[in-house]
Each structure stands twice: as C-alpha cells, then as structure tokens.
C-alpha cells in the first residue's frame, strides 16, 4: 500500500498558514476546524509544519500565553515528508523514529495532501480487517475431504 492509497480516501482538504501568521490566528484554525496540524507555506512553497506539538511548547516557552508570537517562531521547519509513491511500511518507520504525528506528502515541490499517525494506523488496520475477511471466506468454501480417496497401508 502506497501514501496515494490514504489521500485517496481520505480526500484532499488542506489547511495552510504562512510563517508571519499569528500563532493565536492559527491556533483559533486548528480549534476550529479540529485538525492537528497546519502546513505552513510560504510563496507556494513548504518552510514548516506547525502541529498541537510545536504549539504547546511555544505556550510553556513563552509563560503560558501567545501573545504576539509568530508561526515561525513555533514551526517546526525541517517538517518529514514523503511522496505519494512511498510505501506505508516505509511511512510507519519514519514517523516512529521521529516521533512525527502529521506528515505532509510532496511531490516535487507541490503539497499534494498530508498523513496522520491515525490515517496510517487506519489503513493498517483496514487491510487487515479485508485480508481477514478474505482468509475466512477461503476457509468456509475450502474444498470437503473426499471419502473416496485411498488410505496408505502400512
């Protein structure tokens, strides 16, 4: 199973800010539309991935409030990325090594979707709950022993 699999399903709705947002503009989008993450883009391009991570860490910096703090200043710029072609286990590894909730998918130089922790586990789990259904579709159709078949004598 490949990323392209997951953006199938899951769509393709992105939620974007740019660096020189206000990180209390971006936490009111994260509330309210009750996402994760945001990628942060700046003149068409990726510089950061801002997600619940990055934005409690900047709270607990900064005394416990916003005020006039920047997404920069919050972002995570070196994000993890894959492409569409990736393969899933190779996403898993990734995002476990980096400890990476969110993950979003270039190609090239354009963002085409982004991943979650939870779309992976959920594909995971998906696959195996039709591989299972198969297995037991087999098993019930598996051909009856036949009586007419010879025995071995000893």
Request: proline share 4%; charged share 25%.
């Amino acid at each position: 199973m490949k990323v392209s699999d997951i953006l199938r399903v899951k769509g393709n709705t992105l939620y974007t800010v740019s660096p020189e947002e206000p990180l209390a503009a971006a936490i009111e989008i994260m509330a309210g539309k009750d996402i994760g993450s945001l990628v942060v883009m700046n003149h068409g391009e990726l510089v950061g991935m801002l997600t619940f991570r990055e934005v409690i860490q900047c709270i607990v910096a900064n005394q416990n409030t916003v005020g006039s703090t920047v997404v920069r200043t919050a972002m995570d710029d070196h994000p993890l990325t894959c492409t569409m072609e990736t393969e899933l286990d190779e996403v898993r590894r990734m995002m476990l090594e980096r400890h990476a909730r969110y993950m979003p998918v270039m190609d090239k130089r354009m963002l085409m979707g982004v991943i979650s922790l939870y779309d992976v586990a959920k594909a995971v789990v998906d696959s195996q709950n039709f591989e299972n259904r198969m297995l037991k579709a087999y098993i019930r159709d598996w051909p009856a022993a036949e009586d007419s078949l010879p025995t071995a004598q000893l």
